[in-house]
């Protein structure tokens, strides 16, 4: 097996989209196979760590090994993080919504000839920028992802200084690069170091590379 980089290490990571409901039978929601965080938590749990997986509605299925929490919404997802603090690492991979539905209906909204219905929205919790900046539960070592359309790398470095976390895993995600859905991923991993232009891989290979960078992290091996 994999060398046990990660033994006696808690590692939280969340994965998917968030639902976000209208009514009961309608919801909001960001594209998001959960590929990649999946496999970031089965790569963890290969390396010894115990895994926390909060996951939204995913298609990927539950890696072995790891406890997993089913989530719906980013309210939900936030709630189960912080039941879950504290960790040594925590990798936000989720896809969360940036808003709800402001008064989500009980009941199903009917197309009753009165018109469209206007849905009021409001701002999500940022689950990312909120552990960051946790008072007593910050985990060392926090990483965040960022998928852009464009000039990937300048966002990436925005991102980490706003959101407040220790690394961002930023991704190309134009149609055209097929990396949403998709089983290969192109990275930068940007730190307060600088930045890393990783060569494409698959999402496990992705996954493997980032969790011996979090174990060089944790141990204080990284030169
Ligand atoms: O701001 P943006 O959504 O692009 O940031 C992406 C990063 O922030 C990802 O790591 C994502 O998991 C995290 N995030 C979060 N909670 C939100 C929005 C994003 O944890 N409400």
């Given at each position: ?24 039978v ?23 760590a ?17 406890r ?9 997802m ?36 009165g ?15 909120s ?54 991923n ?24 980032l ?13």
């Amino acid at each position: 097996g994999a060398a046990q980089l990660l033994a006696g290490r808690r590692i939280l990571v969340t994965s998917g989209p968030t639902h976000e409901p209208i009514d009961p039978v309608r919801f909001i929601a960001n594209r998001s196979s959960g590929k990649q965080g999946h496999a970031i938590a089965a790569a963890a749990r290969a390396a010894g760590a115990e895994v926390v997986l909060v996951s939204g509605p995913a298609e990927a299925a539950d890696p072995a090994g790891v406890r997993v929490i089913h989530v719906e919404s980013a309210r939900d997802m936030l709630a189960a993080v912080e039941e879950n603090l504290p960790v040594d690492a925590a990798v936000f991979a989720a896809a969360v919504a940036d808003w709800r539905v402001a008064d989500a209906s009980e009941q199903k909204i009917k197309k009753d000839g009165g018109g469209a219905p206007t849905l009021t929205l409001v701002e999500n919790p940022d689950i990312l920028a909120s552990v960051s900046r946790h008072h007593t539960l910050r985990p060392r070592l926090v990483v965040g992802f960022a998928a852009e359309t464009e000039q990937v790398v300048a966002h990436a470095r925005d991102k980490r200084l706003r959101k407040g976390c220790d690394w961002i895993v930023a991704n190309d995600v134009s149609p055209a690069t097929g990396i949403m859905g998709g089983d290969s991923n192109t990275v930068h991993l940007v730190t307060a170091a600088g930045v890393e232009d990783w060569p494409s891989a698959t999402k496990a290979e992705v996954a493997r590379h980032l969790v011996a960078r979090i174990a060089a992290e944790l141990s204080g091996t990284h030169p």
